[in-house]
């Protein structure tokens, strides 16, 4: 008797049965190559290391380095690595056991060719609202439903712009989001919804820091945004990308038409010094 039919063929695909695949039982780490490392490996170590914690799954992080060592020495020296951690195969049903044999997690890396370099783009706001979840705010998990439906609104070379369901700024669809308003940088507080972004937190952590700027996580409205002298997201593959406009429910564009500012341009020069992969 078949138990498994893919596409109506018989079929033993041990993945089919994965948790991941059941019920998006997983995380995922999406990182730039350059010259043959992973430059902020680190980062997206410790973020994967916080998500298996919040979802239970059992995390061996030497393991998880000698498959990427042994993938790098296949993929080529530039791109971008994507690393999925799924919870494993489990019993039927929602309850997960971590018993030997029972639940094994499974580490999958894909190479991915690098997109170019953007120095401008254009963000919608989209009508679809990111539910709030405290529990599985921040990590990276592996249900991308709520940025799939958001990406169906979006126009041709826009970017979808993420609230929450009480109307506050979350991201961007796979990005972080920075503005720069009455002299302060500000970046939207990740408590109750979104992706803390390793490039969010390395700017937060480092590179505001070695500028001397300050800089302030809390709630952000569309009212601030629309008061923002300068605005960018930002995320581990492609650095930082200056807002030229905003559409939607919020119509905005930079004072003075650049929308690469004096405050962005600091931040990326400081990025680039530290980290050139993410040179424009």
């Known amino acids: 008797m078949h138990t498994l039919l893919i596409d109506g063929v018989p079929a033993t695909a041990h993945l089919a049965h994965d948790r991941a695949l059941q019920f998006g039982h997983g995380l995922f780490e999406t990182m730039c190559l350059w010259q043959g490392a992973i430059p902020l490996l680190e980062r997206h170590l410790a973020r994967l290391a ?13 393991l998880i380095r000698r498959h990427l060592h042994s993938a790098l020495e296949h993929f080529p020296a530039d791109g971008v690595v994507k690393l999925v951690l799924t919870a494993g195969i489990g019993k039927r049903g929602y309850r997960y056991c971590l018993e030997e044999g029972v639940a094994e997690p499974r580490c999958l ?49 826009k970017e979808g712009l993420l609230l929450d369901s009480s109307g506050n700024v979350i991201e961007a669809l796979s990005s972080n989001i920075f503005l720069y308003c009455h002299g302060q940088w500000l970046s939207p507080q990740l408590n109750n919804a979104g ?40 995320n581990a593959v492609r650095g930082i990308i200056p807002v030229e406009s905003i559409s939607g ?15 962005s341009r600091d931040l990326q020069i400081e990025l680039n010094r530290l980290y050139p992969c993410f040179a424009v």
């Open 50 to 62: 916080r998500g298996a914690e919040v979802l239970g799954i059992a995390y061996q992080e030497d």
């Open 109 to 157: 890396l894909y190479f991915f060719e690098r997109p170019p370099q953007q120095v401008g783009i254009a963000l919608q706001v989209c009508d679809y609202r990111l539910p709030q979840n405290p529990r599985l705010a921040g990590i990276k998990h592996l249900n991308r439903l709520d940025q799939v439906l958001a990406a169906v609104e979006l126009a041709d070379e």
């Open 195 to 234: 992706v803390a972004g390793v490039m969010r937190a390395l700017l937060l952590e480092r590179v505001l820091p070695l500028l001397g700027k300050a800089v302030q996580c809390r709630d952000v409205t569309l009212v601030e945004l629309a008061a923002a002298d300068e605005i960018f997201i930002c």
């Open 249 to 263: 429910e919020l119509q905005w564009s930079p004072r003075g038409g650049a929308a690469l500012c004096d405050n």
